[in-house]
């Protein structure tokens, strides 16, 4: 049987692992002052709130407002659509487009979105 080695412990197959997701968010040894609100500590940090990093799962350090937090932003992306025209950098066309994504708990652009705001006059 091909056994998984995880921490010193050997796991089977098809066996069910059960994170402590509150552990995750509280451990000391990944955070420095853990029970502290400190939203800044991201600030240098690689850390995605999309799902692509498992320090995130649960526990302290995930946004509650999260869900508040995303729809403000897509109302404000919006208003940018509505005010603004767009393009793609040096006249390329849409078809050109790089859509590559990147694998995780959800489906992400793999490179940034690089477009071009002309103000909208008629808007
Ligand atoms: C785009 C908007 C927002 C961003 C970028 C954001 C970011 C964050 C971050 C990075 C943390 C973790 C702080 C830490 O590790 O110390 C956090 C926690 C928290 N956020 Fe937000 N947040 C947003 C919106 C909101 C909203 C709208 C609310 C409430 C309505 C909210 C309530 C909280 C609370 C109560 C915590 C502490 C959770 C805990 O300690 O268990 N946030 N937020």
């Given at each position: 049987?091909?056994?998984?080695?995880?921490?010193?412990?050997?796991?089977?197959?098809?066996?069910?692992?059960?994170?402590n997701?509150?552990?995750?968010?509280?451990?000391?040894?990944?955070?420095?002052?853990?029970?502290k609100?400190?939203?800044?500590?991201?600030l240098?940090?690689?850390?995605?709130?999309?799902?692509?990093?498992?320090?995130?799962?649960?526990?302290r350090?995930?946004?509650?407002?999260?869900?508040?937090?995303?729809?403000?932003?897509?109302?404000?992306?919006?208003?940018?659509?509505?005010?603004?025209?767009?393009?793609?950098?040096?006249?390329?066309?849409?078809?050109?487009?790089?859509?590559?994504?990147?694998?995780?708990?959800?489906?992400?652009?793999?490179?940034?979105?690089?477009?071009?705001?002309?103000q909208?006059?008629?808007?």
């Amino acid at each position: 049987m091909t056994y998984v080695n995880l921490m010193g412990y050997d796991i089977e197959p098809e066996t069910m692992v059960l994170i402590n997701a509150w552990a995750v968010g509280w451990d000391p040894a990944y955070w420095s002052e853990p029970e502290k609100f400190m939203p800044e500590r991201f600030l240098d940090s690689s850390v995605d709130f999309r799902g692509f990093d498992f320090q995130l799962m649960g526990g302290r350090r995930v946004c509650p407002g999260l869900g508040f937090g995303v729809s403000s932003i897509e109302h404000i992306v919006a208003n940018l659509m509505h005010k603004f025209d767009w393009a793609l950098p040096d006249g390329a066309k849409g078809e050109e487009l790089d859509m590559m994504e990147r694998p995780g708990f959800s489906i992400a652009r793999k490179n940034p979105l690089i477009v071009v705001a002309t103000q909208c006059y008629i808007c």
